[in-house]
């Protein structure tokens, strides 16, 4: 019996689900529960392929809705999605909303949850295991390591757009950020990667820092990009890396070199 938070007797719930990067073993036991047991769910594009064919076959859930603007079909604003969640809820249906990674790293989970909140929705989250932490371990980089940086950085490559796309005002310091003792985990950062590379060597980066371009992570299809920071705005033109991928910068990236050859042996994606 799913327990309900603060509105008691009312049915109709939502799950925020972290469906993780892509492989379905990454999935947890915890989202195979709620999507066993959700009526209706709203899945996002990240979410991987094998995941969705088993949403579609082995959950019992009535409606599905595609809610990604891939093969043509129209993207759903935040806005449109927060009220059908609401919508479906009130409705008294159990509503699992499917996301790629974790639904409150990057996923817009945090404005979901605050408009179900101040709608009187009652809700579960299901965190999901990160791009911005499968990734670097699918490609053999160890994200943290004593001999290197004491600090992980996540952080956005692009600012934030409104719904029109315009862009608003940049929040985010590269320069202040190049003189940080950290590794550097950026999602969403393709579009932006030469502008976002040339500010961290102007604030004082070290050229030689090495970096990994982690492209469609834990699926059939990732790729792995290597290089520095001095040439990996060429390397990743050459390679036309696309999104979605995870950008590593620092020195544990150099760990790869050593590792890649024993550990993606058992890795389910082996190159
Ligand atoms: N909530 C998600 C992130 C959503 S933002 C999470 O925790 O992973 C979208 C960005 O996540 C993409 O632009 C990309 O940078 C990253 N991403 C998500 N899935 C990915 C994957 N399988 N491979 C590489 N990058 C991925």
């Not at 991987?48 to 088993?54: T, V």
Request: a positive charge; glycine letters at 10%.
């Amino acid at each position: 019996m799913v327990k309900t938070r603060g509105n008691s007797g009312q049915k109709g719930m939502v799950y925020l689900i972290g469906a993780g990067p892509g492989d379905i073993e990454l999935l947890t036991l915890k989202a195979v529960k709620y999507l066993k047991e959700a009526d209706v769910a709203l899945i996002d594009d990240l979410v991987g392929d094998e995941i969705k064919d088993f949403i579609k076959k082995e959950c019992k859930i009535s409606e599905i809705i595609e809610v990604g603007k891939r093969e043509g079909r129209h993207k759903k604003t935040q806005d449109e999605i927060n009220q059908l969640l609401v919508k479906l809820a009130k409705e008294g249906k159990k509503v699992a909303r499917v996301k790629g990674g974790d639904p409150f790293v990057f996923g817009r989970g945090g404005e979901e949850a605050e408009f179900l909140a101040k709608n009187g929705v009652s809700f579960v989250v299901v965190p999901g295991i990160s791009s911005a932490i499968a990734a670097p371990a699918y490609a053999g980089i160890p994200l943290n390591h004593r001999r290197f940086s004491p600090a992980i950085l996540i952080l956005t490559g692009k600012e934030r757009e409104s719904e029109e796309g315009e862009k608003e005002k940049e929040r985010i310091n590269w320069e202040e950020i190049a003189k940080l003792d950290a590794t550097i985990v950026i999602l969403m950062g393709i579009s932006n990667l030469e502008r976002n590379v040339k500010k961290l060597l102007k604030g004082g980066k070290d050229p030689d820092t090495p970096v990994a371009i982690i492209e469609n992570a834990t699926s059939p299809k990732q790729r792995i990009v290597e290089g520095a920071l001095l040439n990996i705005i060429e390397i990743a033109k050459r390679e036309k890396v696309r999104a979605p991928a995870v950008i590593v910068i620092g020195d544990v990236v150099s760990l790869r070199g050593i590792l890649k050859n024993f550990h993606l042996k058992w890795m389910r994606n082996a190159e």
